[in-house]
């Protein structure tokens, strides 16, 4: 089993940023992959970034230039810096640990608001 904690979400203005953390515990292990994910009411949930155990990172289009994915193996930790946000960034940002084996593994989000 693993256990994920994300942290770091807030209000910002259009322009401003956030940093998002995913803190992991349990059987770490197991994870292959991570990613940050983000879903919007009404809208399906959308993968934003990868980063994976070989730390080769991917990015959705539309955050390219943007957000940064990174993680710090010795917290155990995955951030996701966001840069220049846009109002069109607002959602509920998930962060996921995608196993060798088995199904994924979720946190329970954090909201992310960005003003006009």
């Known amino acids: 089993q693993v256990q994920l904690v994300e942290s770091g979400g807030g209000l910002v203005q259009a322009g401003g940023s956030l940093r998002l953390s995913c803190a992991a515990s349990?059987?770490?292990?197991?994870?292959?992959?991570m990613n940050w994910n983000r879903q919007v009411p009404g809208k399906q949930r959308e993968l934003v970034a990868t980063i994976t155990s070989g730390e080769r990172k991917k990015y959705a289009d539309y955050v390219k230039g943007r957000f940064t994915i990174a993680r710090d193996n010795a917290k155990n930790t995955v951030y996701l810096q966001m840069n220049s946000l846009k109002p069109e960034d607002t959602a509920l940002y998930y962060c996921s640990a995608e196993p060798y084996l088995g199904n994924d593994y979720w946190g329970q989000g954090t909201q992310v608001t960005v003003s006009a």
């Open positions: 349990g059987s770490i292990f197991l994870i292959k992959n």
